[in-house]
Structures are given as structure tokens and as C-alpha cells.
């Protein structure tokens, strides 16, 4: 790779290293691959030169680089979203605990400094749609060489990122009684306990009370396997302090067997494993009726996902094992995402369907036959493939007809009656409709765009990042802007009060330092069909005119 300062006549293809402002004249962001009509507008401003990258054939742009890695990196319910600025994050498509081997992660950052992967904790415990992994590729490119290595190391791990499951299953309590015991510290341990199993995907069947003594505890163990509980859990009225006590001997007088008595967590120390068959049975620690993060969440977590929790597993607990007094660790049963991992942003899509085609003649276009279905179809089955929390239609012009275009389609509709003033009367009576939803951005759609994928619509949310300053990403081709755009939830309350024609331009326009531009590799952005001409064109395999 070639970087540093170079000639204007040697700039075409470029990637800029910096971002080129010209008063008066053109503007270029970093990262932008400069084309013929880019230098030829410098040139006309008076540029000289510009600070950027000439790559050859043994390097990788930075996307690429980043695309291939994080796809080698992704195993087993991780999914990769396409990069933007040579950075691709890793999400996990199920519950589950994050499979990661540490010292092959090392192997893979130390490659090259060009790839980095950055990673939550081993056996992290993980939401689905919970951001696992960041890779990011330092420089604008990386070696080919390099790539090829770091991708090896991936693929012999059958991806350095892997989710193991929680797996559904059946969890019986038995709580114990001494004379001094309340009623409603039990009441209260099972309503915890329910809450913990809930989101391991475990569900608490029954639960049984008894006097803390060998014999009953040990007949009350018998009563939850003999109802089919796959895990028993046992809660001393007082806590274990010994192999001998009363519950880990309950345990042998069902024929069990202990595994591990105690471990290396605060809190959580005094927790014991053990089995009755293939039945797990778990003595629980006291402070297991609180629902702060302790032991017995690590331990339960492992059951949940099968792995194993034998004396190996629980002795190698102890470095993080200090959970007392940690106020930044987030409660188990919070319902949010860990602090160490975010989500992917929950974006909406909304499909403009409510012009009246008027340039069309008597014919909607939206409804009109491209490739084997209707026009307004095509777009909202790209939507529908894409990483949208929802997707909104809102009609104007033929409201039915545009439903039964879309009939069968996980789409919600919003209705504009004022739809014939123009654009913006669709625009913000869509934007309304989505403002109550708990969404950070939405992804604006026109109705008549034929060439509209998924994967364009995800490479809009992979660039979206308002702490880093990028709330409005619009796609380009060659350097051209085109459509859909995303919009962040900062701009969507000015967007309801848009008139006329013109739609968010002027949003765009008066907030520069919010957009990314988002290069696409096919020019669908720019093609949209207003006019029978268009469509007959695009119909012959013919360029269609690019969409304003």
C-alpha cells in the first residue's frame, strides 16, 4: 500500500486518509475512494494533492479485509454485520454463553497490527442480539498475506466466536425449614429463583417444603425426579458447612453422589454440586435468595448451556471471581444486556407507498409487474431481510392496491390523507406513527426502487453510530448519493414537521457532521422508476434514470 501525499493526477481510486473540505467547493470524507468526476472537481477547486492510500494486489481494502475476517470469525450462533470504516461487529443469534478461546484470539491479534478482534469475556452470558466481538482493521487496508494467515487461525477453531445455547428444561426446588424460618423469606426465594431460571430458558415445575433434616429433604429430592424435574435444587434453612451436612447427604441417601463442595467466588462460596443419575442436583448458597450476581449465576449459567460443572470448572473460577460490592456488574435479571456487550441498534424501516404516480399515467406504479412481482413488493421483501425491528408502509395513493401488493408480509401500515401534498405528507405521517417505538433510527425507503436489498439496508445500520458521530447514513455509488437513507431518532422529531416535496434534504443538508456516507458496490441506490419510459428500460436490461 501506498500512503502519503499524492499527486491529483495520480488520485483516482484513492481511498482518502483525511477528509478534504473545499470552501466553496467540493467536500470528501475519509475513507471515500476518490473517482474521475471527485479529482476532476478537486482539480477544478485548486487541490494540488490529497493525503490518502493507493492499494495494490497483494493488499485488501479495509472492508473487505474486515468482511472476510469477521465471516471466519463467526462460528456457531454468532452472525457478522457487514463493516463500515474497516470495522464489522459480531452479534449472537441465540441466548447462550459466548464460546471463546483466549489464546487463540491472542494467535489472531498478534497476526499483524492491521487486525485487531476485540471480544467479551469467555463464557459470557449473552442475550440474543448482544454485540460478542468487534473487528476492526486498523490501517485503510490490510496484507493479503495477512488476511489469509489470520483466517486460518479462525477456521481451525471452527470460528473463534461461538454461542452455546441454553437448552430448555424442567428445574425442581426443595426448600428447608428450621423453627425459626419465615414463610415469606421462602415465598421470596422461589419468586428469585423463577426469575434466574427464566432466563436461562429453565422453568421451575415445583417446589417443596420440608424440615431441615437427612430423611425429608432426602424423600423430597424423590418427589421432584419422580415428577420429572430435570435439575433439583436444594436451599438449606441453614447453610452448607460441611460434605456430612444435611443436604449433600440427602443427596447420598437417594444414591447420589457429591461432585464439589465450595468455590473460589464471593459471593457464592458455599455452593455444592452433585447427581442423582443424570439428574444435576445443586445446593444452593445463601446469598442465592438475593437477585444480585453471585456463584451459584455462574454455575447455573454452565447447566443451562451443558457444559460441565465438575471440580475443574468451578476451582478455575477464582480470577473474576470477585463479584462482592462490584456495583457496575449488571443484576442477571435486569432484562438488559450486560454493560461489557451492546445490542444491535434497533432500527426501523419505512416504505414510502403513497404517491399517486402521477408521471405513470392511470397506472400505480407501485403495483406494477418487475420481475415477477409488484414493485412496492420487491423493497419490502428486501426490508424484510434486512436487520430491522419492524417495518412500516405508509400508503396514500391506492391504499388497498398497495396492501394486497404486499399481502403475506410482516409489514405494519400508517395511512396519510394528506398524502397528495406531496412527499413530506407521507414522510412525516410515517415517521409519527414509528416516534412511540423504542427505535434509534429509521431507514427511509422509497416505494419504486427495483434493485433495493437486503444487505443494502444492513450496510446502512453497520455505519450507524451516533457516538461517533454518524446519526445519517446515505448511500453512495461512485460517489453519488442515492437512497434509502437512515435517519437517527435525533432528526425524526423535525421530520414530522416536513412540507412539500423535498422530503429530509434540507435535515441532511443543515447537519453535515452527522452523515456518513456509506459506498455501495451495485448503483440500485440510484435507480428508482417514475415514468412507463423508466420502466420499459429497466425492464429491457436497460439503465434506469437514477432516483433524485
Same mark, same amino acid.
Request: contains cysteine.
Given at each position: 500500500?501506498? +500512503? ?33 468526476? !471527485? ?41 457478522? %454485520?457487514?463493516? +463500515? ?7 449472537? $443469534? &441465540? ?17 499483524? *497490527? ?13 442475550e440474543e442480539g448482544q454485540m460478542v466481538g468487534t473487528l ?54 422461589? *419468586? ?35 415428577g420429572g424435574a430435570d435439575v433439583v435444587l436444594l436451599f ?6 460441611? &460434605? ?16 464439589? +463442595?465450595?468455590?473460589? #467466588? ?29 456463584? +451459584?449465576?455462574? #454455575? ?10 465438575? %471440580? ?90 398497495? %396492501? ?6 410482516? #409489514? ?55 457516538? *461517533?458521530? &454518524? ?17 437517527? &431518532? ?22 453535515? $457532521? ?15 422508476? !417514475? ?18
Open positions: 500500500m501506498q +500512503f502519503g501525499h499524492i499527486p491529483l493526477s495520480e488520485a483516482e481510486g484513492i481511498v482518502l486518509a483525511h477528509s478534504v473540505r473545499v470552501a466553496g467547493g467540493p467536500s470528501f470524507k475519509k475513507g471515500r475512494v476518490l473517482s474521475a468526476e !471527485d479529482v476532476e472537481a478537486l482539480r477544478q477547486a485548486g487541490v494540488a494533492e490529497v493525503i490518502g492510500a493507493k492499494l495494490t494486489d497483494k493488499d485488501v481494502g479495509e472492508d473487505r479485509a474486515a468482511d472476510r475476517l469477521a465471516a471466519a470469525v463467526a462460528g456457531s450462533g454468532v452472525s457478522a %454485520r457487514p463493516a +463500515f470504516t474497516g470495522r464489522a461487529n459480531l452479534f449472537a $443469534d &441465540r441466548a447462550g454463553l459466548l464460546g471463546v478461546s483466549p489464546e487463540a484470539v491472542d494467535r489472531f491479534n498478534r497476526v499483524d *497490527e492491521a487486525i485487531t478482534l476485540a471480544t467479551l469475556d469467555k463464557l459470557a452470558s449473552v476492526k482493521i486498523i490501517p485503510l487496508s490490510a496484507a493479503q498475506s495477512d488476511v489469509e494467515r489470520a483466517e486460518t487461525i479462525a477456521r481451525k477453531n471452527s470460528g473463534l466466536l461461538k454461542i452455546h445455547p441454553y437448552r430448555p428444561r424442567t428445574v425442581g426446588l426443595v426448600q428447608t425449614r428450621l423453627p425459626a424460618t419465615k414463610e415469606s423469606v421462602l415465598d421470596k426465594t422461589v *419468586e428469585v429463583t423463577t426469575s434466574r431460571l427464566a432466563q436461562l430458558s429453565l422453568s421451575l415445575t415445583g417446589e417443596r417444603r420440608t424440615a431441615h433434616e437427612t430423611a425429608a429433604v432426602a424423600d423430597a429430592i424423590r418427589i421432584q425426579m419422580s438449606g434453612a441453614s447453610a452448607i458447612v460441611d &460434605r456430612r451436612d444435611v443436604l449433600p447427604a440427602a443427596i447420598e441417601a437417594c444414591g447420589g453422589e457429591i461432585e464439589h +463442595f465450595g468455590m473460589p #467466588v464471593d459471593p457464592g462460596n458455599l455452593i455444592l454440586t452433585g447427581h442423582i443419575g443424570d439428574v444435576p442436583v445443586i445446593g444452593m448458597p445463601g446469598c442465592a435468595r438475593s437477585p444480585k450476581l453471585n456463584g +451459584f449465576d455462574w #454455575v447455573l449459567a454452565r447447566l443451562a448451556a451443558d457444559l460441565p460443572i465438575g %471440580r475443574a470448572e468451578i476451582t478455575g473460577m477464582g480470577v473474576g471471581g470477585l463479584l462482592k460490592e462490584i456495583e457496575t456488574r449488571p443484576s442477571p435479571r435486569s432484562g438488559k444486556a450486560a454493560a461489557t456487550g451492546r445490542s444491535r441498534p434497533k432500527i426501523a424501516g419505512l416504505i414510502l407507498a403513497g404517491g399517486s404516480s402521477k408521471r405513470m399515467g392511470e397506472a400505480n406504479k407501485l403495483t406494477l409487474d418487475i420481475g415477477g412481482k409488484p414493485l412496492v413488493r420487491r423493497i419490502a421483501e428486501a426490508c424484510g431481510d434486512a436487520a430491522l425491528s419492524r417495518v412500516m408502509v405508509a400508503t396514500g395513493h391506492q391504499p388497498e392496491a398497495v %396492501r394486497s401488493a404486499l399481502s403475506g408480509l410482516d #409489514v405494519g401500515y400508517v395511512h396519510a390523507p394528506d398524502h397528495e401534498e406531496g412527499l413530506a405528507a407521507t414522510l412525516r405521517t410515517g415517521i409519527a406513527a414509528l416516534l412511540s417505538d423504542d427505535i434509534e433510527g429509521v431507514v427511509v425507503c422509497l416505494g419504486d426502487m427495483p434493485d433495493i436489498t437486503g444487505q443494502t439496508i444492513d450496510r446502512l445500520i453497520a455505519a450507524f453510530d451516533p457516538l *461517533e458521530g &454518524r446519526s445519517i447514513c446515505i448511500p453512495t455509488h461512485h460517489g453519488k448519493r442515492g437512497n434509502p437513507v437512515l435517519i437517527g &431518532r435525533a432528526y425524526l422529531q423535525a421530520l414530522t414537521r416536513l412540507t412539500g416535496d423535498s422530503g429530509a434534504r434540507h435535515i441532511i443538508a443543515a447537519n453535515p $457532521d452527522a452523515v456518513a456516507e456509506v459506498e455501495m458496490p451495485e448503483p440500485g441506490i440510484l435507480i428508482d422508476l !417514475d415514468t412507463q419510459e423508466a420502466v420499459t428500460a429497466y425492464q429491457k436490461g436497460d439503465s434506469a434514470k437514477p432516483c433524485g
